[in-house]
């Protein structure tokens, strides 16, 4: 079914009555949009009282490789 078919048919639909097409309006932003502005405006804090030398996935690495020097000490 082409655009002008689908045009035709919600003409005639409103016209007589029967229904009235609308179409969606597509959100703005994504759920992942979303989560990712969040992550980035945590990420600000690290990384401005770092002076921009450490960012939240520096952290987790960091944190991950001292969390595995340790468990091998133990």
């Given at each position: 079914m082409g655009d002008s078919?689908?045009?035709?048919l919600a003409d005639y639909a409103r016209t007589n009555g029967?229904?009235?097409?609308?179409?969606?309006?597509?959100?703005?932003?994504?759920l992942f949009q979303?989560?990712?502005g969040t992550?980035?405006?945590?990420?600000r804090s690290p990384k401005h009282m770092?002076?921009?030398?450490l960012?939240?996935?520096g952290l987790v690495f960091v944190s991950l490789l001292v969390s595995g020097?340790?468990?091998i000490a133990r």
């Amino acid at each position: 079914m082409g655009d002008s078919d689908i045009k035709a048919l919600a003409d005639y639909a409103r016209t007589n009555g029967l229904f009235s097409l609308a179409r969606a309006i597509p959100s703005k932003r994504t759920l992942f949009q979303d989560v990712a502005g969040t992550f980035q405006s945590y990420n600000r804090s690290p990384k401005h009282m770092t002076g921009g030398e450490l960012d939240i996935p520096g952290l987790v690495f960091v944190s991950l490789l001292v969390s595995g020097i340790w468990q091998i000490a133990r």
